[in-house]
């Protein structure tokens, strides 16, 4: 049992005495609650266990304020400070990295050795060498590992081989006491508690260790025999101040596939050149997270490793430097398993990058004290490990505007070299020309100097791997937000796989092939990619450029911003389009100026007029929220009397950054939606936003909704009250719409598209049963959507493809043509505000046979315009449809009610009522429209 005596230290943490007194064996704190086990005394002011101090977050906080504060006075400066600030951070970056190859190759410090060396040793005089190995369900490959460790050359009987095993992984120690372990082993079950990472295990390791040095391996290593010698020979010929060995690390699996051999050769260059390059200026080391060599007493002076930093060894070689204490570079390899999956080599990675930037938090929270002790050290330590992290992140932002630059070309062009002043101009191309030449070629000596010569022609598919990495950096941050001590486990034991496989040989895969396929793929991508850079990048180079001018609202009208997810030109536009700009366009035509900002699908034109409104299309189906807000803040703000907020399941939230009036408009509730049709945390994320946020930011705005069940529902969640919510049918044209003859034969349509709610499967599957017994029966499908692969699938499996139409979609006059000449139109759906569809049939004379669920039971009146049956029954439906072929008289009922009930529904009301809600909202608050303003000032 652990013994929990406790030690206050500050009003957060507590810390626990050891449980065995003189060791640091069960040792740790209470912090916020929280017991962490650490095994070690390493100052909490030491540790990652608060990832930012209360400077740094005031800092950030600014930093970030001050940016925006920046950004919205004056664009185009903000850009161009900051773009030379990062251009020459780049530069300076680049010149250390050069000074420091040029060391490396020219005077390198790392310590080499000759055969002789070897025989001058007397074993009977060698201390007892510990060699931890730390493992968390690596079962598979123990015995590998065992077998590596065997062949370390050093008297076994001075062995002290410390297996670490966690005490819930049954798998690997069961596998472990199962084997006839050698001797000079022990196992030792680190007990089961926070935080669950390998230094912590290390740590328990520390305290057991027996021998004067000691050594950590990981489970797939395989390190050189001779390592221990070695490591033994130069500590007893160095400095006294040397105190830590690292061994270079490399990969035995390198040509398993495109990925190991990128990742070998970035591990050739790290530990090959740039490692021996910072110990000829005796900078601070980031150790390698294996085969570092350590004396165990200063090792436990300095506290062991930090338990809360997921990149343990990083952190360990400065706090090793900051004591005023050397590491140095052995030649000597330990072999690794090189990640081979991608989505495992991000996880791994993004480990690495968030313990970089707990590093690099951790040692800067007294930053006048490092640098006035450490003077030009403190600058390289941001170069090494901050400046590094920071680049990944922003590297896909420059990316993209040096790759629009020469793909798009006039576009963007001259709007980019704005942002570019001679001086910084010219350092930028000399870090696009000589500093990308000069990463490629360091990855190529770093493979030339492992004798890894087959790597060298793989290095043209770096930007690649740093692309990844750039994406492992943006995990990063976000865990060390949300999950800070959280250890993202490497899977190892991959490569066994194609060992075990005689016939995947990766080797085969000849240079020539490997470019053909990427050739190949490359011409197929273009198209693609060339949209990307068009739809994303230009988002942000048209923040820079002007707006088209809109005409302002006549006396006594409003200007009016709209923000809604698309516009009726989208490829996927639907009913809730129409309905805003059906509103929109008459609201012009009463003297209002109308602007909407919405999505774009990237084949409509970026800035528009239709009808008088002033359509601005931006983002895509997620970015276009962000977009909104910053173009309202740079680019909007200040131009409008009102702001309509459209909610298609998730609001712009308006209120946080918009101060002028606002009116929300909710077509219908989506919480079921979100949690029926949307994929864990999406749905969660959604339905929080809706339920939750959207209540609190608007509960002071008026709501426009569009029926009745619409309201009442909304009332149902509390998230509004009833005198706060107004009702706007949505209604049609109804000069484009007249009754016509029907069809000879028995004739069904669905409009709309092609949704998995919409549940066209529940209309296809009940007309099969009507084609049984009506051969000549028709159903037309108009629309598009994700849904149409598995519709086609079904009506073939169903074997009705000559019954079943996919029309795609249509325009106005064949959906009025195909509306007018059905027998009946068909709406399944499971959600429904309204349904102008709905209300277009019937204008036709079409009865609508429609799913009994709010919405469609405000516009379908069961038994007079249409029939209503319980959402997916099947059987019903096609009763539903049997019963208007087979009674004649009671279509014609139905047809006729549905003529007469579409008379009601006309734009001109709609938008009547609408404005008048918008005039009695702008009035109730006393808001008088800016021209006004102006008139009575003047």
Same mark, same amino acid.
């Given at each position: ?306 338990? %809360? ?11 090793? %430097? ?425 004739? %069904? ?69 195909? %509306? ?119």
């Amino acid at each position: 049992m652990l013994n929990f005596n406790k030690v206050k230290i500050n009003k957060k943490v507590i810390l626990l005495k050891p449980e065995v007194p003189g060791t640091t064996i069960g040792a740790g704190l209470i912090y916020k609650g929280k017991r962490f086990i650490t095994h070690n005394n390493l100052p909490v002011n030491k540790s990652a266990l608060e990832t930012f101090v209360n400077w740094q977050k005031v800092l950030l906080f600014l930093s970030v304020i001050a940016l925006l504060i920046g950004f919205i006075i004056s664009p185009s400066f903000s850009a161009i400070i900051l773009i030379a600030v990062l251009t020459s951070a780049y530069f300076i970056d680049l010149v250390f990295t050069f000074y420091i190859l040029q060391r490396s190759l020219h005077t390198p410090h790392e310590y080499t050795f000759r055969k002789k060396d070897f025989k001058q040793i007397d074993e009977s005089e060698l201390p007892i060498y510990s060699v931890l190995c730390p493992f968390y369900k690596e079962a598979s490959v123990l015995p590998q590992f065992i077998e590596a460790i065997e062949k370390i050359d050093w008297p076994k009987d001075k062995l002290d081989i410390i297996l670490l095993l966690e005490e819930d992984d049954r798998e690997t120690l069961d596998v472990a006491q199962s084997m006839s372990l050698p001797s000079y082993f022990r196992i030792i079950v680190v007990p089961d508690s926070l935080p669950k990472t390998k230094p912590k295990a290390c740590n328990l390791g520390l305290a057991y260790a027996k021998g004067k040095f000691l050594v950590v391996y990981d489970a797939e290593d395989k390190p050189d025999p001779m390592q221990l010698k070695k490591a033994y020979l130069v500590f007893a010929s160095a400095e006294d101040n040397v105190v830590c060995l690292q061994s270079k690390l490399n990969y035995y699996n390198s040509d398993q596939n495109l990925l190991t051999q990128l990742f070998t050769a970035e591990y050739s260059l790290w530990f090959d050149l740039i490692l021996p390059g910072l110990q000829s200026i005796e900078a601070p080391i980031p150790l390698g997270g294996t085969s570092n060599h350590f004396k165990v007493d200063i090792l436990r002076e300095l506290g062991g490793w930090d338990p %809360f930093n997921v990149t343990e060894d990083c952190d360990l070689g400065t706090r090793i %430097f900051k004591a005023g204490f050397k590491t140095s570079i052995i030649d000597s390899t330990t072999y690794e398993e090189a990640n081979s999956k991608p989505k495992s080599w991000l996880k791994q990675r993004s480990r690495w990058i968030k313990g970089y930037i707990q590093t690099y938090l951790v040692h800067t929270r007294n930053p006048i004290v490092f640098v006035s002790d450490f003077g030009v050290y403190a600058f390289i330590f941001q170069l090494i490990i901050g400046m590094r992290m920071i680049f990944m992140v922003i590297n896909p932002i420059l990316w993209l505007m040096t790759l629009s630059y020469f793909i798009l070309g006039p576009i963007v062009a001259p709007t980019i070299e704005s942002l570019y002043p001679a001086p910084v101009y010219y350092i930028a191309v000399f870090c696009l020309v000589f500093g990308n030449f000069m990463y490629f070629y360091n990855y190529m000596l770093g493979s030339a100097k492992r004798n890894l010569w087959h790597l060298v022609k793989y290095v043209f598919f770096i930007p690649f791997y740093w692309a990844m990495a750039s994406v492992s950096a943006s995990i990063a941050i976000y865990q060390l937000v949300i999950k800070p001590h959280y250890w993202e486990k490497t899977e190892h034991g991959l490569h066994l796989a194609t060992v075990d496989n005689e016939h995947l040989d990766y080797r085969k895969f000849l240079p020539v092939d490997i470019l053909f396929k990427f050739l190949t793929y490359g011409i197929f991508l273009m198209g693609s990619i060339k949209f990307f850079l068009t739809k994303n990048l230009l988002e942000v180079v048209e923040l820079f450029t002007s707006l088209p001018s809109s005409r302002k609202a006549s006396i006594g009208k409003y200007n009016i911003l709209i923000f809604n997810w698309r516009d009726n030109k989208h490829i996927w536009a639907g009913g809730a389009e129409v309905y805003v700009h059906e509103i929109a366009k008459r609201l012009v035509k009463q003297g209002n100026s109308v602007t909407l900002f919405c999505g774009w699908d990237g084949k409509s034109k970026r800035n528009g007029k239709v009808n008088g409104i002033n359509v601005i299309r931006r983002g895509g189906f997620y970015t276009m929220y962000p977009i909104a807000l910053i173009y309202y803040i740079l680019k909007l703000r200040g131009k409008y009397d009102l702001v309509i907020d459209c909610e298609n399941g998730i609001p712009f939230f308006t209120p946080l950054y918009v101060g002028i009036p606002k009116i929300l408009i909710i077509h219908h509730v989506h919480q079921e939606v979100f949690r029926k049709h949307l994929k864990f945390p999406l749905s969660q994320i959604a339905v929080f936003l809706e339920s939750k946020l959207m209540p609190v930011l608007y509960r002071n705005c008026p709501i426009i909704t569009i029926s009745n069940s619409s309201k009442e529902d909304i009332i149902g969640h509390g998230w509004a009250k009833s005198e706060n919510i107004d009702i706007v049918t949505p209604a049609i044209d109804l000069s484009s719409y007249e009754p016509k003859p029907k069809t000879p034969y028995p004739s %069904f349509v669905y409009l709309g598209r092609l949704m998995p709610w919409k549940n066209i499967d529940v209309a296809i599957t009940a007309f099969a049963k009507i084609c049984n017994k009506y051969p000549t029966s028709k159903l037309t499908i108009a629309g598009f959507g994700e849904s149409f692969p598995m519709l086609t699938k079904l009506v073939k499996k169903l074997k009705i493809e000559n019954n079943v139409i996919f029309s795609g979609w249509v325009d106005e006059a064949t959906k009025v043509m195909l %509306f007018a000449q059905s027998w009946t139109a068909i709406q399944p759906s499971s959600f429904e505000g309204w349904g102008i569809t709905v209300i277009e049939a019937n204008a036709c004379g079409t009865p609508v046979i429609a799913s009994d669920i709010k919405g469609l039971r405000d516009s379908v009146i069961n038994n007079r315009t249409g029939i209503l049956f319980p959402v997916r029954e099947i059987e019903t439906l096609a009763e539903a449809m049997d019963k208007l072929i087979v009674n004649e008289s009671y279509r014609a009922y139905l047809s006729e009610e549905s003529y007469k009930w579409a008379r009601n529904f006309t734009w001109e009301y709609s938008t009547y009522q609408f404005e008048k809600i918008i005039n009695n909202y702008l009035k109730k608050i006393e808001f008088l429209p800016a021209y006004n303003y102006l008139q009575n000032r003047s």
